[in-house]
T-cell receptor, first 115, second 112 residues
Framework: AQKVTQAQTEISVVEKEDVTLDCVYETRDTTYYLFWYKQPPSGELVFLIRRNSFDEQNEISGRYSWNFQKSTSSFNFTITASQVVDSAVYFC????????????FGTGTKLQVIP | DTGVSQNPRHKITKRGQNVTFRCDPISEHNRLYWYRQTLGQGPEFLTYFQNEAQLEKSRLLSDRFSAERPKGSFSTLEIQRTEQGDSAMYLCATQGRQETQYFGPGTRLLVL
């Protein structure tokens, strides 16, 4: 069975601080996908990144960076120089590679950036 | 804006009433999913369509729930005889050739 654990329920940081959101996953599949989504107060889930299990290269996109480590089954997300607009709930998710993509979400980490 | 739209955005109903939600996908996406999200939780899968065929249903989808996707375009999710436990956000997601699901804004249901 697939499982995603986001142990941090809520995090508060002061604006401009760096923050890392942790994600640990479990799967028996050899091919799978990992995702991060952002859910602002408006409710819409915004896609941030997808990584497949064969690509362990870290990725940077502006202030966002992701660290994928298969050895520890982790896919952590770092926001550098946080801003108030980063305040949201962030979900890590695990998807399989079938025609029907079963995606399992974590319980989310609520990030509050204080001005 | 992902290009996936859902209507209505909010629905308040009395217990026992029927409700119907609509999802309009990104036009070239042939795969469509419905999820339910309750407070403090991540989305949970309900059902999946490939074109007009409903290929997968979760155990969460009781007999009171039915979903359709006529002609493989928009989809509807109907809940009959609503219960207070049905109160949640109902999310639609669509997927094209890439292995990424794009979500709509959701319909927030409150059953009184």
């Amino acid at each position: 069975a697939q499982k995603v654990t986001q142990a941090q329920t809520e995090i508060s940081v002061v604006e401009k601080e760096d923050v890392t959101l942790d994600c640990v996953y479990e799967t028996r599949d050899t091919t799978y996908y990992l995702f991060w989504y952002k859910q602002p107060p408006s409710g819409e889930l915004v896609f941030l990144i997808r990584r497949n299990s064969f690509d362990e290269q870290n990725e940077i996109s502006g202030r966002y960076s992701w660290n994928f480590q298969k050895s520890t089954s982790s896919f952590n997300f770092t926001i550098t120089a946080s801003q108030v607009v980063d305040s949201a709930v962030y979900f890590c998710a695990l998807g399989d590679s079938g025609g029907y993509q079963k995606v399992t979400f974590g319980t989310g980490t609520k990030l509050q950036v204080i001005p | 804006d992902t290009g996936v739209s859902q209507n209505p955005r909010h629905k308040i109903t009395k217990r026992g009433q029927n409700v119907t939600f609509r999802c309009d996908p990104i036009s070239e996406h042939n795969r469509l999913y419905w999820y339910r999200q309750t407070l403090g939780q991540g989305p949970e899968f309900l059902t999946y369509f490939q074109n007009e065929a409903q290929l997968e249903k979760s155990r969460l989808l009781s007999d009171r729930f039915s979903a359709e996707r006529p002609k493989g375009s928009f989809s509807t999710l109907e809940i009959q005889r609503t219960e207070q436990g049905d109160s949640a956000m109902y999310l639609c997601a669509t997927q094209g050739r890439q292995e990424t699901q794009y979500f709509g804004p959701g319909t927030r249901l409150l059953v009184l």
